[in-house]
Structure formats: C-alpha cells, structure tokens
C-alpha cells in the first residue's frame, strides 16, 4: 500500500479512473487547477471577464499544491486579452497545462465577450471554445495484485499498462457585471458531452464534468492610499462545492496584501492562504501567496506555493465625438 500511495496519491484524492468491459477510460474528478490568487485573473475561470480593463493584459499563474506530496497536482494557466472598443467587445486566448499523478491535462481555448455599457458600469456576455488533450500513463499505475518485475502487468485486464491520450472539444459560457465597486460573474465551463473514439483496448471516452463557478467582489476606498476588497468565489462539479473568501488590500495602487480561506460545502476547511504583491514600472504585476494546509493531507504536505505574474498594455477608448478629416493635412 506504501508503494501505491507514493506512486498515484494524487490520483486516487483528485481522479478516479473507471475502466468499463470495453476498457473505455473515463476520466472524472477535480477537472480545472486550484488557484488561490482567481482574483487576479478572474478571465480563466469566465470567459466573459476578458476585455474589462482598458488594456491588453496577460497573466501568467504557476502553482505547486501540496509540496512534498508525491504526485501532488502541478498547475500553470496563462490567459491574454484586450478590448475592441469599436464593436463593444472582446478577445482572448487562454492556455492551461495540469498535472495530477499520473493524469495532465493540457489544452488552449479562444474567448470572445461582448460588452454592454450601462453609465459607469458594464455588462459582459461571454464564450469560448478549444481544444483539450487528456492524458493518462497507465504504465506508471499500480495494483495491489500486479506485478512490476521486468515489466508492467497489473492483472487487471480493464487498466492499461501504456499511455492512453484523447483530444477533446470544450466550450465555456459566462456573464460577467463590473462597475465603479461592485464586480459579479456567473460561469460554466465544460459544457460539451464525453467523446468516444473506437472501442479498442488503448481507446476510451474522456468526460469532463461541467465546472460552475459564482464570483463576486467588492472593493472601497479607505482614505486615500488604501482600497479594500472582500471577494468570495463558489465554485462546483455538481457533485460537491468550494468557497474561497478573500480580502485584498492595496496600498496606493501599488503595494498589495491578502487572506484567504478555501472550505467546502460541508464547512470542512482546507487551507488558509496569505498572499503579497506588487506593481513593478507600472506595466508589471507581480504576487506571491502560500496555502497552509488544514486538511490531513498537512501530515504529508508542507503547503502550496502560487505565483501570478502580470503584463498590461494601456488601451485607449476612442474619443468621444466625430473625426473629421481635412485633405490638408495628408498625414491625420
């Protein structure tokens, strides 16, 4: 048993590979990464939210869960977008790459969201859609009855003792509300049915259970250095949810500080998180935050680390009026 719980932990707490008769491999469990620091990238878990600065901004998310668990969950996520004020909209891409045990998932997505000004505030309809690759190492899988001396046989005809890969389609959808304070988005991810690809042995459909998630934000002004802003995340695979409960304060839109507390429906807690960060020549963004672990895995892990770095490009809104253009002056 020490030798299965080193080798695939991870993939027994987060992914429960079934095999049916057909040795189909259908893939279930935790399907998006963790990441403590979502506020700062709420665009990679609802594709509305791209477009809702006026800049082209790129986020870039590396987290380690659990360090010193073996086959502890291994995540990076990057996402880019920029509005397109002519036409009220907006458009991005978003990558991720996920290992847990000996499951990774990695895939890219393209979104679009279309805004929708009322006064100071704004509503944002939001899609995407991409591609991902599921994959499974049955190879580095173990049984208790198997045997593992000069090859892999786990005496179990429905496991696979190569690597089993399947491409998937996957779509998103989202709305997102942001004004002067008050920030709410509603989301769902991985709305797309199972694929199946043949019935062979090395074949198999890989299911993505669907991913709701309900963000909202608020943020206030303390004097005139400080802004305060408490955030709550709820986030579900149908089957079970997470709430994540944030404060974040920012000193002087440059200097940032945060706690968090990440439990379950069922008010079991899993982590407390503190996080820092700041702005470096104006265009970068740069946060670290630690999870300190409440679970039992704290026995056998020593925390997770999280990094997020940012990159904006300021985007000018079109000025407000008619141009006219004077044959004159050939170069305006």
Same mark, same amino acid.
């Given at each position: $048993?020490?030798?299965?719980?080193?080798?695939?932990?991870?993939?027994?707490?987060?992914?429960?590979?079934?095999?049916?008769?057909?040795?189909? /491999?259908?893939?279930?469990?935790?399907?998006?990464?963790?990441?403590?620091?979502?506020?700062?990238?709420?665009?990679?878990?609802?594709?509305?939210?791209?477009?809702?600065?006026?800049?082209?901004?790129?986020?870039?998310?590396?987290?380690?869960?659990?360090?010193?668990?073996?086959?502890? +969950?291994?995540?990076?996520?990057?996402?880019?977008?920029? =509005?397109?004020?002519?036409?009220?909209?907006?458009?991005?891409?978003?990558?991720?790459?996920?290992?847990?045990?000996?499951?990774?998932?990695?895939?890219?997505?393209?979104?679009?969201?279309?805004?929708?000004?009322?006064? +100071?505030?704004?509503?944002?309809?939001?899609?995407?859609?991409?591609?991902?690759?599921?994959?499974?190492?049955?190879?580095?899988?173990?049984?208790?009855?198997?045997?593992?001396?000069?090859?892999?046989?786990? @005496?179990? =005809?429905?496991?696979?003792?190569?690597?089993?890969?399947? $491409?998937?389609?996957?779509?998103?959808?989202?709305?997102?509300?942001?004004?002067? @304070?008050?920030?709410?988005?509603?989301?769902?991810?991985? /709305?797309?049915?199972?694929?199946?690809?043949?019935?062979?042995?090395?074949?198999?459909?890989?299911?993505?259970? +669907?991913?709701?998630?309900?963000?909202?934000?608020?943020?206030?002004?303390?004097?005139?250095?400080?802004?305060?802003? =408490?955030?709550? /995340?709820?986030?579900?695979?149908?089957?079970?949810?997470?709430?994540?409960?944030?404060?974040?304060?920012?000193?002087? @839109?440059?200097?940032?500080?945060?706690?968090?507390?990440?439990?379950?429906?069922?008010?079991?807690?899993?982590?407390?998180?503190?996080?820092?960060? $700041?702005?470096?020549?104006?265009?970068? /963004?740069?946060?670290?935050?630690?999870?300190?672990?409440?679970?039992?895995?704290?026995?056998?892990?020593?925390?997770?680390?999280?990094?997020?770095?940012?990159?904006?490009? +300021?985007?000018?809104?079109?000025?407000?009026?008619?141009?006219?253009?004077? =044959?004159?002056?050939?170069?305006?």
């Amino acid at each position: $048993m020490k030798q299965i719980y080193a080798r695939i932990t991870c993939g027994l707490v987060f992914s429960v590979a079934v095999f049916n008769a057909q040795a189909q /491999l259908i893939s279930y469990g935790q399907q998006d990464p963790q990441f403590t620091q979502y506020m700062l990238n709420t665009s990679g878990f609802n594709p509305a939210a791209i477009g809702v600065e006026d800049a082209w901004v790129s986020t870039l998310g590396v987290r380690s869960q659990w360090v010193s668990l073996p086959g502890a +969950p291994v995540s990076q996520s990057l996402t880019s977008h920029a =509005p397109i004020y002519k036409i009220n909209s907006a458009v991005g891409v978003t990558v991720i790459n996920d290992i847990m045990g000996q499951q990774r998932t990695t895939g890219a997505s393209l979104d679009y969201a279309y805004h929708k000004r009322f006064g +100071p505030s704004t509503l944002s309809i939001g899609a995407s859609g991409g591609i991902f690759q599921e994959t499974i190492n049955g190879a580095k899988l173990v049984t208790p009855t198997g045997n593992y001396e000069g090859g892999v046989n786990h @005496n179990d =005809p429905n496991l696979p003792v190569t690597t089993i890969s399947k $491409m998937i389609p996957d779509a998103a959808f989202g709305m997102y509300f942001f004004g002067r @304070n008050l920030t709410a988005g509603i989301s769902a991810n991985h /709305l797309l049915l199972p694929i199946t690809a043949g019935n062979d042995a090395n074949s198999g459909t890989v299911q993505y259970n +669907p991913n709701g998630y309900v963000y909202v934000a608020y943020g206030f002004d303390a004097g005139n250095r400080f802004r305060i802003m =408490p955030n709550v /995340l709820y986030k579900t695979d149908l089957n079970e949810g997470v709430v994540d409960l944030n404060t974040l304060v920012t000193y002087n @839109n440059n200097i940032q500080a945060g706690i968090s507390c990440r439990a379950n429906t069922a008010l079991a807690f899993d982590a407390v998180a503190l996080m820092a960060g $700041m702005r470096v020549a104006d265009r970068w /963004l740069l946060s670290y935050s630690y999870d300190v672990t409440l679970s039992a895995l704290n026995t056998v892990s020593s925390g997770s680390h999280e990094i997020v770095v940012r990159y904006s490009i +300021p985007v000018a809104r079109p000025r407000a009026g008619k141009m006219i253009n004077n =044959p004159r002056f050939l170069y305006h």
